[in-house]
């Protein structure tokens, strides 16, 4: 183990994974400590990239559409390192109006890139629909398999030496000086490094040291999978959504539960997915899923992640507590940390992820 690395990544979701690539491409050193946790939120989630209508307004907005627009340079460049091509989906997300209110309401909060499809065309396009009025097509927005995304992130983990990955619990992040910090580990053991990236995820707020990770509660989310219908593009309906995936599969989605650490599916939550998915296509009315599984989102009271240094302790830097859209955000987040990371200003506009907005609440 490399017990003094440039930098430690506490955890290895989508966020960990990410931000340590691109720390190691700025030529840092870096060691991955993470267990795994049932439940954990990156190979859960649905994978859909829609900054158009899960992001916030201002900066925040900017950030997620830049987020998605980084996704294809970003599959390119792991197929190229790694041979494994992560199925990217950027065909636009569909907001289906199934009432006369629902196209109402939808015109009234449409993006200015979106575009209104009429119920003629948007049969045409999708068969599957034909039972809605018509809906708001949000241009770019789609999805990325998830799955596949951290299985190509982590072979390029795997190929990339300065990187070394560590099995064991975190217990405490604490600073040493003001150059160094250290990170106590279940085992015993501890590594002291420059600086300490705080990805835990749901459970970031369990870490001793941390306080200002304390606005970080699980959400736990329930999604089922289903046969394929022959829907290409992700769609959004008034109570949940639906993402294809491969042409294989669609997943429905999802519960959002403040239940704290628990996992589980429940028959009252799966039954709520089936119904909201079945309100967006009907034909999966019918249709008994494939699986069912839940996963804990990492979330905040405004549901936007903590990204940047500790204000008094500025060798730890948060990035965590991105709630509905770490998928959407990994790689531009991590971009942003590894320029944290090396001493240098981020370009994107940060004011709104402030790690102590929260400071004090909780
Ligand atoms: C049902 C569901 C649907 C979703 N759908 C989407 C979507 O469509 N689009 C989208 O963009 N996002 C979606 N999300 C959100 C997205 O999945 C999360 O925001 C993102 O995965 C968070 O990644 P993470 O790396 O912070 O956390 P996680 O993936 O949960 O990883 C946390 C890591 O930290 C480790 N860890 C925690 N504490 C410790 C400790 N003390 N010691 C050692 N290791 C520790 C864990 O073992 C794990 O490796 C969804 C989430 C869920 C649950």
Redesign the pocket.
């Known amino acids: 183990m490399n017990q003094s690395p440039d930098v430690t990544v ?8 990410t931000t340590a690539v691109a720390a190691a491409r700025r030529g840092l050193s870096v060691t991955i ?5 049932p ?12 900054p158009s209508i ?1 992001t916030d307004t201002g900066p925040a907005h900017d950030f997620g559409v830049a987020a998605r627009d980084i996704y294809p340079a970003y599959i390119e460049d792991l197929a190229e390192h790694t041979g494994i091509r992560v199925p990217l989906n950027r065909l636009g997300v569909l907001q289906v109006a199934l009432t006369p209110a629902g196209v109402k309401g939808l015109r009234k909060s449409a993006q200015p890139t979106a575009e209104w499809i009429d119920r003629k065309d948007l049969s045409d396009i999708e068969p599957t629909l034909s039972h809605a009025l018509g809906a708001m097509l949000n241009p770019d927005d789609g ?1 990325v398999d ?1 799955v596949a995304l951290l299985r190509a992130v982590a072979a390029l983990i795997d190929k990339t030496p300065v990187i070394t990955r560590v099995h ?4 405490s992040v604490t600073t040493v000086g003001a150059h160094s910090v250290r990170v106590k ?2 085992s015993g053991k501890s590594i002291d490094s420059a600086n300490a990236v705080i ?6 707020s ?2 001793e040291g941390l306080p200002l990770l304390g606005a970080i509660i699980p ?5 089922v999978a289903y046969d394929s219908i022959g829907l290409r593009h992700v769609v959004f309906g008034p109570r949940g ?1 639906l ?1 294809p995936r491969m042409n294989v599969e669609i997943i429905g ?3 959002m539960e403040n239940v704290g650490f628990d996992n589980s599916t429940t028959p009252a939550g799966i039954d709520r997915v089936r119904s909201s998915s079945a309100e967006i296509a009907p034909a999966l009315g019918a249709m008994t899923p494939l699986r069912s ?6 979330v905040t009271p405004d549901l936007l ?1 903590l990204i940047g240094p500790d204000p008094e302790r500025p060798s730890i830097i948060y ?12 790689p531009l987040s991590a971009e942003v940390v590894a320029t944290l990371l090396s001493g240098e200003r981020p370009k994107d506009d940060l004011s709104q992820f402030r790690p102590d907005r929260f400071q004090g609440r909780f």
């Open positions: 506490v955890g290895a979701g989508i966020i960990g994974l400590v993470a267990d795994e946790r439940g954990e939120a990156s190979p859960a989630a649905a994978g859909a990239l829609a899960e999805a998830n064991d619990t975190v217990q580990l279940s990805a835990g995820g749901a459970w970031s369990l870490i959400a736990r989310g329930q999604l959504y993402v989605g999802a519960t599984w839940a996963g804990l989102r990492p992640p990035s965590a507590g991105h709630s509905r859209n770490g998928i959407l955000m990994a």
